[in-house]
């Protein structure tokens, strides 16, 4: 069963434009949520992320929205420019402690953005 | 700044072969992961360890085992190396306490032929 979905496989937009990439999420054990971009041949690289005690986190062209009753959440980046196309990831962990901070990831977007 | 090093980019493996992948990071972190990546499966858990000699396991870690002797080593070994496990292993470390990232390596591109 999946924890952590990314439904679109793909999104193309104009440079300039904004950008939103979606997260859904079945686990309310949850607590910290990140996103990762990665190019090809490299491994992912952190972005931005939120905890749940928070709804938005803004770092520069790129913002995390959190809607924790929707189990839901979002990155807009904004304006968009031809460096960030990439595979971006979204990622959850539970409240940390124990050993239970394993991060788990959706399937990845691949962004497109055309000059 | 934070490193993760895996020592090999690129891998070629025959099937059988007992395969060591190796990682290591120089933060102190409590945390180290193995993960593979495929195309439209994304970044699967195969193993996970938060102290030395200390290990869980992930999603898929069929076929495959871990060592963690030192804290900065976190190792991959597949026992009997197959053609499905052909993929982008990568690994991660992070600091123990919740609400911090995970800092990743280049990877290894493993081929099994």
């Known amino acids: 069963d999946q924890q952590v979905k990314q439904n679109s496989p793909s999104l193309s937009v104009q440079e300039g434009r904004i950008s939103i990439l979606n997260c859904d999420y079945t686990?309310?054990?949850?607590?910290?949520f990140l996103w990762y971009k990665k190019y090809p041949a490299e491994g992912p690289t952190f972005l931005i992320s939120?905890?749940?005690?928070?709804d938005k986190n803004e770092d520069g062209r790129f913002t995390v929205f959190l809607n924790k009753s929707a189990k839901h959440l979002s990155l807009h980046i904004v304006p968009s420019q031809p460096g960030d196309s990439a595979v971006y990831f979204c990622?959850?962990?539970?409240?940390?402690?124990?050993?239970?901070?394993?991060?788990?990831f959706g399937k990845g977007t691949k962004l497109t953005v055309n000059p | 700044d934070v490193k993760v090093t895996q020592s090999s980019r690129y891998l070629v493996k025959r099937t059988g072969e007992k395969v060591f992948l190796e990682c290591v990071q120089d933060m102190d972190h409590e945390n180290m992961f193995w993960y593979r990546q495929d195309p439209g499966l994304g970044l699967r858990l195969i193993y996970f360890?938060?102290?030395?000699?200390?290990?869980e396991k992930g999603d898929i870690p069929e076929g495959y085992s871990v060592s963690r002797e030192k804290k900065e080593r976190f190792s991959l070994i597949l026992e009997s190396a197959s053609t499905n496990q052909t993929s982008m292993y990568l690994c991660a470390s992070s600091s123990a306490g919740g609400f911090t990232e995970a800092f990743f390596g280049q990877g290894t591109r493993l081929t099994v032929v």
């Open positions: 939120i905890s749940s005690i928070k």
């Open positions: 990622a959850a962990s539970p409240a940390a402690g124990g050993g239970s901070e394993k991060l788990v």
């Open positions: 686990n309310s054990m949850f607590d910290y």
């Open positions: 360890s938060y102290d030395v000699k200390m290990k």
